[in-house]
Nanobody
Framework: QVQLVESGGGLVQAGGSLRLSCAASGSIFSIAAMGWYRQAQGKQRELVAA???????NYADSVKGRFTISRDNAKNTVYLQMNSLKPEDTAVYYC????????????WGQGTQVTVSS
């Protein structure tokens, strides 16, 4: 089992910045990758950024050059630095941890609201 606790959401004006944090606990040794997803009202949940245990990263095209995912292994925490925020970035952001074995299992945080005003 993996538990994820997110923090750092809020309200910001367009062009501003926010940093989201996701602290993992439990069977963290089993985590293959962690990432951030978002779900805007009336839309499907989508991948924003992910980072593997080896440090490889992947970003949605819509956030490349603006968002940066990173991890602090000593703190078992993953961060999402969001710069140059746009109103279309408004969504609930969810932290994800993927455990890979014979199958993969996804764990989710509770979600944190990010609202970008124009």
């Amino acid at each position: 089992q993996v538990q994820l606790v997110e923090s750092g959401g809020g309200l910001v004006q367009a062009g501003g910045s926010l940093r989201l944090s996701c602290a993992a606990s439990g069977s963290i040794f089993s985590i293959a990758a962690m990432g951030w997803y978002r779900q805007a009202q009336g839309k499907q949940r989508e991948l924003v950024a992910a980072i593997t245990s080896g440090g490889s990263t992947n970003y949605a095209d819509s956030v490349k050059g603006r968002f940066t995912i990173s991890r602090d292994n000593a703190k078992n925490t993953v961060y999402l630095q969001m710069n140059s925020l746009k109103p279309e970035d408004t969504a609930v952001y969810y932290c994800n941890a993927r455990v890979v074995g014979k199958l993969f299992v996804d764990y989710w945080g509770q979600g944190t609201q990010v609202t970008v005003s124009s």
